[in-house]
């Protein structure tokens, strides 16, 4: 009976989570003809994380495999990814460096597709250790991409709140993990998400 709770719960919080970002996305024209200067920052940041294919398979890998633990780490995940993205967004708007960027970011590909891939459930601090580790190479990646003339603020609003909609996205697919064909078809989905890892990783050395 819990476990149909959980699973309810879960299944109302993506519901509302994927309204939430299609009313930001389908606002987002709206908002720039309101108050362009004001509204530029988060734009850019908005669209930041969609921009690159690097970016958006590692987002949804952690709303994937979060949905494949389950209660607690299907919410616990997307929200450690952001809040410690925006940590590493916040060393790369102040000029802080940190090598080996696109080689972290394309190793957040491979491994998370890998435990998606793996059905791998490790304990759940290891999990969230695993996913904080690659959101600061991708939050440092947006941090320094602020485009000139931006508000770093509102930037760094856009590129979390667009995170958290492609984790969403991930744990709303990564729901079909309860019937059979729905864990093979994840696992499918993680080996997909690994092998384009791999490719960005080969891109970046």
Sequence with gaps: ???????????????????????????TPAAAHVAQ??????LSGLMHPVSGL???????????????LGAPA?????????????????????????????IGIAASGILLGSMVATQSRPPLGVAIAIVGLFAVFHGHAH?????????????SVGFVVATGCLHATGVAI???HRWPWGRTG????????GAAGVLFLWRAL
């Design 1 to 27: 009976m819990k476990a149909a709770q959980a699973h309810a719960l879960a299944r109302q919080v993506v519901a509302r989570s994927v309204l939430l970002c299609a009313s930001v996305f389908l606002a």
């Design 143 to 155: 941090g320094t991409e602020l485009p000139p003339g931006h508000s770093g603020h509102l930037y």
């Design 74 to 102: 299907i919410w616990l995940l997307p929200v450690a990814f952001p809040m410690v993205m925006a940590f590493g967004g916040f060393l790369g708007l102040i000029g802080v460096p940190l090598p080996g960027v696109e």
């Design 37 to 42: 200067g004001q509204a530029a920052g988060f």
């Design 54 to 68: 690097d970016h958006v398979v590692a987002m949804v890998a952690v709303g994937l495999w979060g949905a494949q």
């Design 186 to 193: 994840l696992r499918l989905a993680g080996a997909a998400i």
């Design 174 to 176: 990564g729901l079909i």
